[in-house]
């Protein structure tokens, strides 16, 4: 199981800009498939967006498609998550995960990074 380790939130204004990172611990994560989820105050954990290893197929959820963008490096460490025209209700404790091919659920969660965005 990968280990990971989320970086890069902060306070932002809405119709700012935020990058996340997620970095795999001592291994890279072929063959996984990536995602990133969140979780605000009082609701339940969500779906963001999702990416194969190999940078291919990302998938968003119609809350962040078009304003979010889910990328991976060359390198197969290390994966992004762009945001870009944030909303208040972007605010929550970002959480990226890792799905092996052969798994049907989700495991490997970092500590998450919260991000707050000011109205």
């Known amino acids: 199981q990968l280990q990971l380790v989320e970086s890069g939130g902060g306070l932002v204004q809405a119709g700012g800009s935020l990058r996340l990172s997620c970095a795999a611990s001592?291994?890279?994560?072929?063959?996984?498939?990536m995602g990133w989820f969140r979780q605000a105050p009082g609701k339940e954990r969500e779906f963001v967006a999702r990416?194969?290893?190999?940078?291919?197929?990302?998938n968003y959820a119609d809350s962040v498609r078009g304003r979010f963008t889910i990328s991976t490096d060359n390198a197969k460490t290390t994966v992004f998550l762009q945001m870009n025209s944030l909303k208040f209700e972007d605010t929550a404790v970002y959480y990226c995960?890792?799905?092996?091919?052969?798994?049907?659920?989700?495991?490997?969660w970092g500590q998450g990074t919260q991000v707050t965005v000011s109205s």
């Open positions: 990416i194969s290893w190999s940078g291919a197929n990302p």
């Open positions: 001592g291994r890279t994560f072929t063959g996984y498939t």
């Open positions: 995960a890792s799905r092996a091919a052969y798994a049907s659920t989700w495991s490997g």
